[in-house]
């Protein structure tokens, strides 16, 4: 079974300037979220969609960051203007039902704003 | 707002150790409670608890959680350097998934 699908793996740009993630997640997961990890954190919630309806997204921060799951299966995360307070890895997971069940991680994108 | 909390920060024990991990949490409408293992790269499921008292095991890994007094501890004994890793503890509560800060754990030969 393939996994959760993410890319790119690494970038690196400077403040400012616009980013957008691309993630896959398991075929047939209702369930797909964006996590941030800053290094040394745990990560935290930006959005989580079931279907293409979001459920919760109240720690996205919505003056930079947008995320869309048109047709219910792969997402995006852009962050436009990305602040070097962005730095960190965005983690996408999925899962078959919301919240109770394993979340299945992707392998992360690796964000540097310098 | 829901909280899950870890303790300790971080830990350095040499192989053959017993650690106990802690994870302590308050939220509304809990469903579960996992625990997850990341290395370098994304977290991997170890554990997924729903019922206090009831202990999950595998291997040398083993984990319980307490309903009541709103915690959880994930147990690793004969600890390996292939077991250093960060450990997440996360909690289900309603339809949203919220991660603690994670244990370092490292491991010397």
């Known amino acids: 079974e393939a996994g959760v699908a993410q890319s790119p793996r690494y970038k690196i740009i400077e403040k400012r300037q616009s980013v957008a993630f691309w993630c896959n997640p398991i075929?047939?997961?209702?369930?797909l979220y964006w996590y941030q990890q800053i290094l040394g954190q745990g990560p935290k919630l930006l959005i989580q969609?079931?279907?293409?309806?979001?459920?919760?997204d109240s720690q996205l921060p919505k003056d930079r960051f947008s995320a869309e799951r048109l047709k219910g299966v792969d997402s995006t995360l852009k962050i436009q203007p990305a602040k070097l307070e962005d730095s960190a890895v965005y983690l996408c997971?999925?899962?078959?039902?919301?919240?109770?069940?394993?979340?299945?991680f992707g392998e992360g994108s690796r964000l540097t704003v310098l | 707002e829901d909280k899950v909390v870890q303790s300790p920060l971080s830990l350095v024990v040499h192989e053959g150790d017993t650690v106990t991990l802690n994870c302590s949490y308050e939220?509304?409408?809990?469903?579960?409670l996992l625990w997850y293992k990341q290395e370098k790269k994304a977290p991997t499921f170890l554990f997924m608890l729903?019922?206090?008292?009831i202990e999950k095991k595998s291997g040398r890994l083993s984990s319980i959680l307490d309903k009541k007094e709103l915690f959880s501890i994930l147990n690793i004994t004969a600890t390996q350097t292939g077991d250093s890793a960060v450990y997440l503890c996360?909690?289900?509560?309603?339809?949203?998934?919220?991660f603690g800060g994670g244990t370092r754990l490292m491991v010397k030969p």
């Open positions: 997971a999925s899962s078959l039902g919301q919240g109770i069940g394993e979340l299945f």
């Open positions: 075929s047939g997961h209702a369930t």
């Open positions: 969609f079931q279907n293409n309806g979001v459920v919760d």
């Open positions: 939220v509304t409408n809990f469903r579960s």
């Open positions: 729903t019922s206090s008292g």
């Open positions: 996360a909690v289900s509560a309603g339809n949203m998934l919220t």
